[in-house]
Nanobody
Framework: QVQLVESGGGLVQAGGSLRLSCAASTRPFSSYAMGWFRQAPGKEREFVAGISRSGVIINYADSVKGRFTISRDNAKNTVYLQMNSLKAEDTAVYYC???????????????WGQGTQVTVSS
């Protein structure tokens, strides 16, 4: 069983930055690829960024490329999402998820955190 806990969400003005963290209970953490997803009200959950077990393979949604950076620290069992130049359309609940192989598809992931709210005011 993998438990994931997100933190770092909040209210920020457009153009600002936030860093989300996702702490995992599983060991070794390096056994899992990690993904960040988001879900806005009335919309489906969508892929934001993913990182492979070693951190060598990284994927981003086109909507966040150049603004968001995913990283992981396997020694701390934590994955991060640095979000810069935030826009109102980035407002959503952000979730981290874990699976063995990196994927951009939400239904591929068996383990999810509870989510953290990010609100960007324009």
């Amino acid at each position: 069983q993998v438990q994931l806990v997100e933190s770092g969400g909040g209210l920020v003005q457009a153009g600002g930055s936030l860093r989300l963290s996702c702490a995992a209970s599983t060991r070794p953490f390096s056994s899992y690829a990690m993904g960040w997803f988001r879900q806005a009200p009335g919309k489906e959950r969508e892929f934001v960024a993913g990182i492979s077990r070693s951190g060598v393979i990284i994927n981003y949604a086109d909507s966040v490329k150049g603004r968001f950076t995913i990283s992981r620290d396997n020694a701390k069992n934590t994955v991060y999402l640095q979000m810069n130049s935030l826009k109102a359309e980035d407002t959503a609940v952000y979730y981290c998820a874990a699976r063995i192989q990196i994927s951009t598809i939400p239904r591929d992931y068996a383990y999810w955190g509870q989510g953290t709210q990010v609100t960007v005011s324009s």
